[in-house]
């Protein structure tokens, strides 16, 4: 049909499924098959090619998206209203499935539409599953119920197989969306092609791209994300002036650790998309160290004890310090823990200011082996101090007991205690 | 595959989404489609003779002695009891007067999930809306009782009814089960002869019944089992495919109707008509099988092949959590 090759330009790389989509439709007036079940993976243009498809064969159609209509009364609504297209003062009021298909089979009558199929697209059909039961077997049926040419279109993510229970009911008529193949992607990001840049250059940036992430990711959006993302830095050479678009091994040196970086972190955003950008624009700019969320410190073996010492104390209450740190457990009667509930939990709180001597008492009974309490330590308690790790309150002139505070964050005393293997978790009042 | 089809009118190109009154291959593929839509009664059930007898016998008692009766017709899912009843209901509307002596309520599980809305059915369907105005009623049977005796023809007899309840075990779930109690007490005494008829898909479901209720039933049963042998499956593939003997174009639908005979014949067709058989005996199944063969008719294509019947079956038969794990 002449109809559908326009389609070959908004919907590519879909020809075998918009074909079986189209057999079973088939003329307006005739039969159509009374449920059909579409399912594939995300992003597998399942909801696009069912819309364009109906869109262009001026069928009389409904879509409902199941997670907007989440009750069964929206629901029900929703169809008769759109398909009647009344305005807003006489809509419909339904609230269960008798009603539903006694005023269908009227705006059926009204509207003459007995002669045409009428197509209801429920996208996001799992969510049917957990309205009331009598939904999915209905609209399964909906053809028997309402004795008119009607045809109920599911579109989900997942497999036929979950959506049974109970006594069962009528069987749809399973249609499958494949993913998309290599070339079949790269078809589909070269349309995303910014329009001051050749088609090719960028079809070679997503060739690029593709290299690196298929074995790892093949979902579209995601990919479209990233190429979109990291097209800048590509192409920031260019601007610079420093290669032109041939240079291809330059660009690609250029981009390749920022995509080996970008591949760590694909799907899981931890940052925003923003602030990625900003992060490679300053990482051009200046040759400074990697993102704080996962940097390492390195600090002597002594300073990593302090700075865990540290974190314990601020972090736990000073009655606690008996029962975590005596070396002789005796079955003294142990006092009543609050339920967890009811304490506070001293995190959110934030960190509470220490002595000194508190400091290196939970030192030396953490560290192992016997420590001499020579200059050194202290020296670099205050170097802790100096690179903010730790921070001095009471100010300056109290020489006799100073007090400290910890100013680091629990997963940053994580991972420096995992470089000493020390369970810090174990020791810490919140987690008991 | 032996004779070729004439196409009667010139090669068109399947282009074209113009309606063609007169393409037998179009008209072909409209009534091969309404054969395999959901709700078209097929035109023989076999191997449910006897129970189809027993129905029959049953309901026209009540007709035209006024005799109460209740029943359950038991069966596994697309073992053909709905259609057991339209057919039977067909038979019997073709008795004279038979719609005026008896009147029909058809009540379904799924959409009347309430004894309130099912009596608005009841009254919606008896066509006693006006009767009924704006009354208020003190309970469901007062109800019932009311729209009942509105029935009554002017001589104190009053007309038999048939109650269909589709997906009966549904109805054992609401509330008290009023409804049923009501129903199968009305039955049991002598005011108004009525007819209950229950399809149900559960063989428990005698269990879901109130003791109440399962003592004023009148514990009659129709199994109605899938006992098709592979023979009768293939009689019943051959009538889906059939073209009707009313057909415009004689001689293409003798043709056409030979060369689904030879097609059927063929081993390969027979292995995939097993395998299927072997899976699932419903006649649903054999449906989904053939809708891919039949939307696929074209001008370019204006027989059923046995391949598109092999590519049909693989894709019905496709473990669709392999498909999706590729």
């Given at each position: 049909?002449?109809?559908w090759?326009?389609?070959?330009?908004?919907?590519?790389?879909?020809?075998?499924?918009?074909?079986n989509?189209l057999?079973?439709?088939?003329q307006?007036?005739?039969?159509t098959?009374?449920?059909?079940f579409?399912?594939?993976?995300?992003?597998?243009?399942k909801?696009?090619?069912v819309?364009?498809?109906?869109?262009?064969?001026q069928?009389?159609?409904?879509?409902?998206?199941?997670?907007?209509?989440y009750?069964?009364?929206?629901?029900?609504?929703?169809?008769?209203?759109?398909?009647?297209?009344?305005?807003?003062?006489?809509?419909?009021?339904c609230?269960?499935?008798?009603?539903f298909?006694?005023?269908?089979?009227?705006?059926?009558?009204e509207?003459n539409y007995?002669d045409?199929?009428?197509?209801?697209?429920?996208?996001?059909?799992?969510?049917?599953r957990?309205?009331e039961?009598?939904?999915l077997?209905?609209f399964l049926?909906?053809?028997e119920?309402?004795?008119c040419n009607v045809c109920?279109?599911?579109?989900?993510?997942?497999?036929?197989?979950k959506f049974?229970?109970?006594?069962?009911s009528?069987?749809p008529y399973i249609l499958?969306?494949p993913?998309y193949?290599?070339?079949?992607?790269?078809k589909?990001?070269?349309?995303?092609?910014p329009t001051?840049?050749?088609?090719?250059f960028y079809?070679?940036?997503?060739?690029l791209?593709?290299?690196?992430f298929h074995l790892?990711?093949?979902?579209l959006?995601e990919l479209?994300?990233?190429?979109?993302?990291?097209?800048?830095?590509?192409?920031e050479?260019?601007?610079?002036?420093?290669a032109t678009?041939?240079?291809?091994r330059?660009?690609w040196?250029n981009?390749?650790?920022?995509l080996?970086?970008?591949?760590?972190?694909?799907?899981?955003r931890?940052?925003s998309s923003a602030?990625w950008?900003?992060?490679?624009?300053?990482?051009?700019?200046?040759?400074s160290?990697a993102?704080?969320?996962?940097?390492?410190?390195?600090l002597?073996?002594y300073?990593?004890?302090l700075?865990?010492a540290?974190?314990?104390?601020s972090y736990?209450p000073?009655?606690?310090?008996?029962?975590?740190?005596?070396?002789v457990?005796?079955m003294?009667?142990r006092a009543?823990?609050?339920?967890?509930?009811?304490?506070?939990?001293?995190h959110l709180?934030?960190?509470k200011?220490?002595?000194?001597?508190?400091?290196l008492a939970?030192?030396?009974?953490?560290?192992?082996?016997?420590?001499?309490?020579?200059?050194?330590?202290f020296?670099q308690?205050?170097?802790?101090?100096s690179?903010?790790l730790l921070?001095?309150?009471?100010?300056?002139?109290q020489?006799e007991m100073?007090?400290y505070?910890c100013?680091?964050?629990l997963d940053?005393?994580?991972s420096?205690?995992?470089?000493v293997?020390?369970?810090?978790?174990s020791?810490l009042?919140?987690?008991? | 595959m032996?004779?070729?089809i004439?196409v009667?009118?010139?090669?068109?190109?399947?282009?074209?989404l113009?309606?063609?009154?007169?393409?037998?291959?179009f008209m072909?593929q409209?009534?091969?489609r309404?054969?395999?839509?959901q709700?078209?009664?097929?035109?023989d059930?076999t191997?449910l003779?006897?129970?189809?007898?027993?129905?029959y016998?049953?309901?026209?008692r009540t007709?035209?002695t006024?005799?109460?009766?209740?029943?359950?017709?038991i069966?596994?899912?697309?073992a053909?009891?709905?259609?057991?009843i339209?057919?039977?209901?067909?038979?019997?509307?073709?008795?004279?007067?038979?719609s005026k002596n008896l009147?029909?309520?058809?009540?379904?599980?799924?959409?009347?999930?309430?004894d309130?809305i099912?009596?608005?059915?009841?009254?919606?369907?008896?066509q006693?809306?006006?009767t009924?105005?704006?009354?208020?009623?003190?309970?469901?049977?007062e109800?019932l009782?009311?729209?009942?005796?509105?029935?009554k023809?002017g001589d104190?007899?009053?007309?038999?009814v048939?109650?269909v309840?589709?997906?009966?075990?549904?109805?054992a779930?609401?509330?008290?089960?009023t409804?049923?109690?009501n129903?199968?007490?009305?039955?049991?005494?002598a005011?108004?002869?009525i007819?209950?008829i229950g399809?149900?898909?559960?063989?428990?479901v005698?269990?879901l019944l109130?003791?109440?209720?399962?003592?004023?039933f009148?514990?009659?049963?129709?199994h109605?089992?899938?006992?098709?042998?592979?023979?009768?499956?293939?009689?019943?593939?051959?009538?889906l495919l059939?073209l009707?003997?009313d057909?415009?174009?004689?001689?293409?639908?003798q043709?056409?109707?030979s060369h689904i005979?030879?097609?059927l014949?063929?081993?390969v067709?027979?292995?995939?008509?097993?395998?299927q058989y072997?899976?699932?005996k419903?006649v649903?199944?054999?449906q989904?099988l053939?809708?891919d063969?039949v939307?696929?008719?074209?001008?370019?294509n204006p027989t059923l092949?046995?391949?598109?019947?092999?590519?049909?079956?693989?894709?019905?038969?496709?473990d669709?959590?392999?498909?999706?794990?590729?």
């Open positions: 049909m002449e109809d090759r326009v389609l070959e330009d908004t919907v590519p790389c879909r020809e075998k499924e918009i074909e989509i057999a079973l439709m088939g307006k007036d005739q039969m098959p009374a449920s059909v579409i399912y594939g993976h995300t992003a597998t243009g909801s696009h090619v819309n364009s498809l109906l869109k262009i064969s069928v009389p159609y409904v879509l409902v998206n199941c997670v907007e209509c009750s069964s009364r929206f629901l029900y609504e929703h169809i008769l209203n759109n398909l009647s297209h009344t305005n807003h003062t006489e809509q419909y009021r609230d269960n499935m008798n009603d298909i006694r005023s269908f089979q009227q705006i059926i009558e509207k007995k045409h199929t009428v197509y209801i697209v429920l996208d996001k059909a799992e969510r049917l957990e309205m039961a009598n939904i077997p209905s049926r909906i053809q119920l309402t004795q109920v279109m599911f579109i989900s993510e997942i497999v036929w197989d049974r229970s109970g006594t069962g009528c069987e499958q969306f993913d193949s290599k070339d079949d992607l790269m589909i990001m070269s349309l995303d092609c001051d840049y050749d088609v090719d079809s070679n940036f997503t060739n791209v593709l290299s690196v790892v990711c093949r979902d959006k479209r994300h990233l190429t979109m993302l990291n097209f800048d830095k590509y192409i050479p260019i601007q610079k002036g420093e678009m041939n240079d291809s330059k660009l040196r981009i390749e650790p920022h080996r970086k970008a591949l760590q972190t694909v799907y899981l931890e940052v602030q950008e900003k992060l490679q624009m300053e990482m051009s700019s200046t040759e160290t993102m704080l969320s996962r940097s390492h410190v390195e002597p073996f300073s990593k004890y700075l865990i540290a974190y314990i104390a736990n000073v009655k606690s310090d008996r029962r975590f740190f005596k070396k457990s005796k003294t009667r009543a823990l609050m339920k967890k509930k009811e304490r506070a939990s001293n709180l934030g960190p200011p220490f002595p000194l001597d508190r400091l939970i030192f030396y009974s953490i560290v192992e082996g016997r420590v001499a309490p020579t200059a050194n330590i020296s308690i205050t170097s802790l101090v690179i903010h921070g001095q309150t009471a100010g300056d002139d020489i100073p007090k505070k100013l680091i964050s940053f005393i994580r420096v205690s995992r470089t293997n020390f369970d810090v978790l020791h009042y919140d987690f008991m | 032996g004779k070729k004439k009667k009118s010139p090669a068109k190109p399947s282009k074209e113009k309606v063609i009154d007169d393409n037998p291959t072909v409209n009534i091969l309404t054969k395999l839509a709700f078209t009664l097929p035109d059930l191997g003779e006897k129970e189809k007898s027993k129905l016998d049953l309901i026209n007709a035209s006024g005799e109460s009766n209740s029943v359950l017709v069966g596994p899912r697309g053909g009891k709905s259609s057991l339209r057919k039977v209901l067909s038979e019997l509307r073709q008795q004279k007067n038979f009147l029909q309520v058809h009540l379904n599980g799924l959409l009347q999930t309430d309130r099912a009596l608005k059915e009841i009254t919606r369907q008896l006693l809306e006006n009924v105005g704006d009354r208020v009623f003190g309970s469901f049977s109800n009782q009311f729209l009942l005796d509105a029935l023809a104190q007899k009053s007309k038999p048939l109650f309840l589709d997906e009966f075990d549904l109805f779930h609401h509330r008290n089960q409804l049923l109690y129903l199968f007490d009305i039955s049991q005494s005011q108004t002869p007819c209950v399809l149900t898909c559960r063989l428990d005698i269990e109130e003791k109440r209720v399962k003592s004023r009148s514990h009659r049963q129709i109605v089992f899938n006992n098709l042998t592979f023979q009768d499956y293939c009689k019943v593939c051959r009538n059939y009707p003997t057909f415009k174009h004689e001689s293409y639908s043709i056409w109707n005979d030879e097609l014949e063929e081993s067709v027979q292995d995939v008509l097993k395998r072997h899976l699932n419903d649903r199944g054999l989904n053939l809708i063969p939307c696929k008719l074209s001008e370019l092949t046995t391949s598109g019947i092999v590519d049909s079956f693989k894709q019905i038969t496709t669709c959590k392999a498909a999706v794990l590729h």
